[in-house]
C-alpha cells in the first residue's frame, strides 16, 4: 500500500519541516507614527524618549537626550506647552492619555539639577547667521545652526533674552530660573547673543557679512479698539501690564479691573491682576465659553483664583470706576450681535487683551518680502522672497505658541543649512499613523493617570510662586509606562511566544528586536493579530 507523501518524507527533509513553502503572505516588522509624534509642532520623537524614561535611572538621561535632539528647552516645554501631543495619544480612548508633558518637565527639570549639556557643535563651516529676536524660535534656530557648525550671533532688542517666554508668559507659570537654565546651555554652545540690538533692516544686516538671516520678532504689541472713554478712564494694554510686571512695575489697576479678550493673555491678565492685589477681575468676552480661545487649563485655574467671567458682552463706553457693557447674542451662523441690552461694571481699570501684532519694520521695502494681514509670506523652508532672508514664530502665518515657534525654528536651521550648502531640505518618508484599531488594548493594563498637584488656589492668588508642581521621580516613572508604544516593537515578545511555527527569532542584540525565519513562517498572521502595539503587517509574499 503506498503511503501518503509527508510520511514517505524523512523527519530532516527540508521538505518535510519548512512550512514556508505555504506561504502566500508573510509578515513584516514595521514602524508607524505614534500619534503624539505627529501631533507634536516642535517635531519631537516623543514615543522614543518616553520608551528611555520607562526605565528609570540612567534611562532618563538617555530620555533628555533624545528630547533635546528635536527641542532644547525640555523644562519649559513641560510647563508651558498645552501637550497636543496628549490630545492626539491613543491612550485617551481607553483611560485618560499619557501624561507626557508632566514628564517631559520631569526630565526637564532633571537636566538642570544634574547638570547635563547639550550636544556640542558640529566643525566650523565658516558661515555666519544673524538672528532677529531671542524667543523660543530665535534660540531654538540659534541651537540646531550652531550644532551644525555655523556661527550664529542673535540681536534681541529686549534687555534680556526669552522673548514672550519672559515678557508675556508670568513667572507663576514659568519661573525664570528655569527659563535662563535652558537659555544659558544654548549660549554655552558659542552662540553670540547682543541684548538692546535691534535690527531695524533685514536686509542691511546681510549687508554685514552675514551669509542669511533668520526673523523671529515676537508679537510684544497689544491690538488696541476704539472704546469711548472718559478723560479719568484707565485703559491699558495686556502686553504692556505683563512687561512691566516683570520689569518690576507695578501697573495702578486699583481695585476692581475688568480684562478685555477671551485668550490666554486675558486669563494671564486677570489673573496677574488678581496677585497685585485687585479684589475683583472680570473677564468680559462677546462669545460664548465654548468659543473662547483660551485652553482649558487657563479658564480652570483662573476660575480657580476668582476670576470672573462675563460671557456674550461688550464693553461700550468706560468712565471713571464704571464701563457700559452690552449684551450680545448669538446669531444663526454663531457670530455674536448686539441686543441694545445695556448693563454697568464697576472697574477701575480696563485691560485690552485683544491679540498681538509683531513690528514688521524690519522688512519694510525689502525686495521680495510679501506682507498679508500683519504676517510675512514664507515657503515650506521657512525662507521668504528674498533669498537667504527666513522668518519663523508669530512672524509668519501659524498659531502663536510656544512650541510652534520652536519648530519652526528648527525647520528654518534645516532650511537655512541646505540653502547654504546649496542642496534641498531632505523630505522624507512619513510611516502610515499608529491608529487606535491598529492596536491590541487587551494587553495593557489599567492604570489611571497620575496628575500633578496645584498650589493652594486660595495661597496663590498672593504671590508669583508656580501653580503647577512636578512629578517626582516614581510618579514619572509610572506615567511614562503607561505609554502603549503606538505602531513601534517594545520587545514585549508576544510575537515569540505566540508563533506555532517558531519562526520568530529574538536576536538579543540592543535595537534589532526580531526577524522571522521565512523558512518556516507559513503567513498565519497570529503575530500580527497579538501584537499589541501594531508594529507588524500582513504582506503579499511577492513584495
Not at 453 to 479: C, I, K, M, Y
Amino acid at each position: 500500500m503506498e503511503k501518503p507523501f509527508a510520511i514517505t518524507l524523512d523527519v530532516g527533509s527540508s521538505l518535510a519541516n519548512k512550512t514556508g513553502s505555504w506561504r502566500t503572505e508573510r509578515a513584516v516588522y514595521i514602524d508607524r507614527l505614534p500619534p503624539c509624534n505627529n501631533a507634536c509642532p516642535a517635531g519631537e520623537a516623543v514615543q522614543e524618549w518616553l520608551y528611555e524614561a520607562e526605565e528609570g535611572g540612567e534611562g532618563y538621561e538617555r530620555a533628555w537626550r533624545r528630547i533635546v535632539e528635536d527641542n532644547p528647552f525640555p523644562a519649559i516645554m513641560g510647563r508651558v506647552c498645552y501637550h497636543p501631543c496628549e490630545t492626539a495619544c491613543n491612550r485617551g480612548q481607553l483611560d485618560e492619555a499619557v501624561g507626557i508633558n508632566s514628564v517631559e518637565r520631569f526630565l526637564g527639570d532633571a537636566g538642570i539639577e544634574r547638570g547635563w549639556t547639550l550636544p556640542g557643535p558640529a566643525p566650523d563651516t565658516g558661515k555666519r547667521v544673524l538672528i532677529a529676536g531671542a524667543g523660543p524660535s530665535g534660540l531654538a534656530a540659534a541651537y540646531f545652526l550652531r550644532r551644525r557648525g555655523h556661527a550664529v550671533t542673535i540681536r534681541e532688542a529686549g534687555p534680556e533674552s526669552g522673548g514672550m517666554m519672559r515678557w508675556g508668559i508670568p513667572r507663576y507659570r514659568l519661573p525664570r530660573e528655569v527659563l535662563d537654565a535652558e537659555v544659558a546651555r544654548i549660549l554655552d554652545l558659542g552662540v553670540e547673543l547682543e541684548t538692546g540690538a535691534t535690527v531695524t533692516d533685514a536686509e542691511a544686516a546681510l549687508a554685514e557679512g552675514f551669509d542669511a538671516a533668520f526673523l523671529a520678532v515676537g508679537a510684544q504689541i497689544g491690538k488696541r479698539a476704539y472704546i469711548p472713554a472718559g478723560s479719568a478712564a484707565h485703559v491699558l494694554d495686556a502686553v504692556s501690564m505683563l512687561h512691566g510686571v516683570e520689569a518690576g512695575e507695578r501697573p495702578l489697576l486699583g481695585r476692581t479691573v475688568a480684562v478685555y479678550g477671551g485668550g490666554d493673555t486675558a486669563m494671564d491678565a486677570a489673573r496677574t491682576a488678581k496677585r497685585l492685589g485687585a479684589s475683583d477681575a472680570v473677564v468680559v468676552y462677546r462669545r460664548t465659553r465654548e468659543q473662547m480661545p483660551a485652553h482649558d487649563v487657563e479658564v480652570e485655574e483662573a476660575a480657580e483664583e476668582g476670576v470672573l467671567m462675563r460671557w456674550l458682552s461688550t464693553i461700550k463706553r468706560a468712565d471713571e470706576g464704571r464701563l457700559v457693557i452690552e449684551r450680545m447674542e448669538l446669531d444663526a451662523t454663531g457670530f455674536p450681535q448686539p441686543t441694545g441690552e445695556f448693563d454697568e461694571l464697576e472697574a477701575d481699570s480696563v485691560v485690552l487683551a485683544l491679540g498681538q501684532d509683531c513690528d514688521l519694520s524690519l522688512v519694510e521695502g525689502v525686495p521680495g518680502i510679501e506682507v498679508d494681514d500683519g504676517v510675512v509670506a514664507v515657503g515650506p523652508n521657512l525662507m521668504t522672497g528674498r533669498p537667504g532672508i527666513f522668518a519663523g514664530g508669530d512672524m509668519v502665518p501659524a498659531e502663536r505658541s510656544v512650541t510652534v515657534a520652536v519648530g519652526h525654528g528648527r525647520r528654518a536651521a534645516e532650511g537655512i543649512d541646505a540653502w547654504l550648502r546649496g542642496a534641498e531640505p531632505e523630505a522624507g518618508a512619513e510611516p502610515a499613523l499608529a491608529s487606535f484599531e491598529t492596536l491590541n488594548t487587551w494587553y495593557y493594563a489599567d492604570a489611571s493617570r497620575t496628575h500633578r498637584p496645584r498650589l493652594d488656589a486660595v495661597r496663590r492668588q498672593s504671590n508669583f510662586d508656580e501653580v503647577v508642581a512636578g512629578h517626582d521621580a516614581s510618579t514619572a516613572l509610572f506615567e511614562a509606562r503607561r505609554c502603549m508604544s503606538c505602531g513601534n516593537c517594545f520587545s514585549c515578545d508576544n510575537c515569540f511566544g505566540v508563533c506555532p511555527d517558531n519562526a520568530v527569532i529574538k536576536l538579543g542584540r540592543p535595537g534589532e528586536r526580531y526577524e522571522i525565519d521565512l523558512d518556516f513562517c507559513k503567513g498565519c498572521g497570529l503575530c500580527v493579530a497579538e501584537c499589541p502595539s501594531g508594529a507588524i503587517q500582513m504582506v503579499p509574499e511577492d513584495i
